[in-house]
């Protein structure tokens, strides 16, 4: 019976990540948005959406209002990457350089920022833990070392996209 229910949880984690490179994908299109501001309105909004089809994934509750408030507290523990965030959203204002610069860097940003928040709520999720139980002030650390890990993912994620959308694929 073991093996049945490590071999469930093992097939959760790996629909887990397919859900969290899918989300960053997105994330990285929202971070590329030229609009400031508006990049990061899309950008939450696929947070939100992750992190409803996570808890579906493992069963959890999920309550909007409630991932709203646990992804406040997130963007408050990584303060420093929520400035940067918040002030690349802004350079987009500047044309040219302002536009391209501000758009890459927003892109990367984003898409670790998702991938860092997907793997938290994973590992909560994958331990029956309410996103409500986290005190997101100690997760600072692992948060971090799961942004550093999804750094070089996201910017593979945007040379594809920029690639593909270069070539005029559709």
């Given at each position: 019976?073991?093996?049945?229910?490590?071999?469930?949880?093992?097939?959760?984690?790996?629909?887990?990540?397919?859900?969290i490179r899918k989300h960053m994908k997105y994330a990285v299109m929202g971070g590329s948005i030229p609009a400031p501001v508006i990049d990061l309105a899309a950008v939450s909004a696929v947070h939100l959406?992750?992190?409803?089809?996570?808890?579906a994934n493992y069963g959890?509750?999920?309550d909007a209002r409630s991932a709203r408030a646990f992804?406040?507290?997130?963007?408050g523990a990584?303060?420093?990457?929520?400035?940067?965030?918040?002030?690349?959203?802004?350079?987009?204002?500047l044309p040219g350089v302002g536009w391209t610069t501000g758009s890459a860097a927003q892109a990367v940003i984003t898409g670790a920022t998702t991938f860092a928040l997907g793997r938290l709520v994973r590992r909560l999720f994958r331990e029956n833990r309410p996103l409500d139980e986290l005190a997101?002030?100690?997760?600072?650390?692992?948060?971090?070392?799961?942004?550093?890990?999804g750094k070089d993912s996201a910017a593979a994620i945007l040379k594809r996209?920029?690639?593909?959308?270069?070539?005029?694929?559709?």
């Open positions: 019976m073991d093996t049945d229910l490590e071999k469930a949880l093992v097939e959760r984690d790996e629909l887990a990540d397919e859900i959406a992750m992190l409803k089809e996570l808890a959890a509750t999920f992804m406040t507290s997130v963007s990584l303060a420093g990457l929520t400035a940067a965030r918040v002030a690349v959203s802004l350079m987009k204002i997101v002030s100690t997760a600072t650390e692992e948060l971090m070392s799961y942004f550093e890990d996209l920029t690639a593909h959308f270069s070539r005029g694929d559709k």
